[in-house]
Nanobody, 124 residues
Framework: QVQLVESGGGLEKAGGSLRLSCAAS????????MGWYRQAPGKQRELVAA???????NYADSVKGRFTVSRDNAKNTVYLQMNSLKPEDTAVYYC??????????????????WGQGTQVTVSS
């Protein structure tokens, strides 16, 4: 199995910054896309940012220019630098990874894994 452990959430004032980290461990052959999702109370989970193994990234329109996603492939870790935080960024943030758990010459198995979530609260 694969475990994703998130850290870095907390309480911050509007305009401030937070940095989230998510480290993957376990049965990992390689990791394709890693990303961050968030879910606010009463709302659906939404994609915040994602990054491929080749460092191609994409962002939700609401965070473009404020958030930056990055990853360290050697450490199987993805980061989310959040600047210029707004109260509407308040949510539980979840890490996701698309993991190849094994690969042979003719086949491979890929599965999606989630972290436990970390709370981000932005006060006005």
């Amino acid at each position: 199995q694969v475990q994703l452990v998130e850290s870095g959430g907390g309480l911050e004032k509007a305009g401030g910054s937070l940095r989230l980290s998510c480290a993957a461990s376990g049965r990992i052959f390689s990791i394709k896309t890693m990303g961050w999702y968030r879910q606010a109370p009463g709302k659906q989970r939404e994609l915040v940012a994602a990054i491929t193994s080749g460092s191609e990234s994409n962002y939700a329109d609401s965070v473009k220019g404020r958030f930056t996603v990055s990853r360290d492939n050697a450490k199987n870790t993805v980061y989310l630098q959040m600047n210029s935080l707004k109260p509407e960024d308040t949510a539980v943030y979840y890490c996701n990874a698309e993991v190849i758990t094994y690969s042979t010459g003719t086949s491979q198995y890929t599965a999606s894994f989630w972290g436990q979530g970390t709370q981000v609260t932005v006060s006005s």
